[in-house]
Nanobody, 117 residues
């Protein structure tokens, strides 16, 4: 059974930084596609950044140049380094894994990020 556990959220002032972690069990992240999504109150969940099994990455235009997605295969953990945070980055951030073998999608429980102005 695939389980994803996020950590690292919190309250930060605008311009600050946070690093989110997503620890996976039941699947090898380096063999699957991983992503970070976020959902602000009253808004739809949106893709923030993703890292493919190949290691290639992409990110939403709104976070390019500020957020960096990465993974540590030895730790079986994915990260999201968030710099120059803005109040509009405030949301619950979710870790996602898409299993390449069958396309099943798994979600973590989410971690709250709040950026004060």
């Amino acid at each position: 059974q695939v389980q994803l556990v996020e950590s690292g959220g919190g309250l930060v002032q605008a311009g600050g930084s946070l690093r989110l972690s997503c620890a996976a069990s039941g699947a090898i992240i380096g063999m699957n596609h991983m992503a970070w999504y976020r959902q602000a109150p009253g808004q739809q969940r949106e893709l923030v950044a993703r890292i493919f099994s190949s290691g290639s990455t992409d990110a939403a235009d709104s976070v390019k140049g500020r957020f960096t997605i990465s993974r540590d295969d030895a730790m079986n953990t994915m990260f999201l380094q968030m710099n120059s945070l803005k109040p509009e980055d405030t949301a619950v951030y979710y870790c996602n894994l898409v299993r390449r073998a069958d396309g099943w999608s798994y979600w973590g429980q989410g971690t709250q990020v709040t950026v004060s102005s």
